[in-house]
């Protein structure tokens, strides 16, 4: 079993900056392709970016050059640096992993992922 916490959550004004963080433990292999979902309310869960086994990143659309993805494989630590934040970005934020190896230059999609943390609240005013 795979457990993700996510951290790092919180309102912000636009323009402003947050950085998120997911904590993965259990039974996962430390570079499970791994990613950030966001859902706002009374929209569908969204890909937001993941990271593969190999380290290639994608991103969706909407955040690509104002949000990043990192890795500290070796503390099975996610973030997701968020900068220039608009409020059409509130969301809840969710990390997910695949809890295997695999490739993926790409952006995945949620039935790519096996395990989901209880995701983090972020909120951007105007």
């Known amino acids: 079993q795979v457990q993700l916490v996510e951290s790092g959550g919180g309102s912000v004004q636009a323009g402003g900056s947050l950085r998120l963080s997911c904590a993965a433990s259990g039974n996962t292999y430390d570079r499970s392709c791994m990613g950030w979902f966001r859902q706002a309310p009374g929209k569908e869960r969204e890909a937001v970016g993941n990271?593969?086994?190999?380290?290639?990143?994608s991103y969706a659309d909407s955040v690509k050059g104002r949000f990043t993805i990192s890795q500290e494989a070796a503390k099975r630590i996610l973030y997701l640096q968020m900068n220039s934040l608009k409020p059409e970005d509130t969301a809840m934020y969710y990390c997910a992993s695949t809890g295997t190896a695999c490739g993926a230059p790409r952006l995945m999609g949620l039935n790519e992922f096996a395990y989901w943390g209880q995701g983090t609240q972020v909120t951007v005013s105007s």
């Open positions: 990271i593969d086994s190999f380290g290639r990143i």
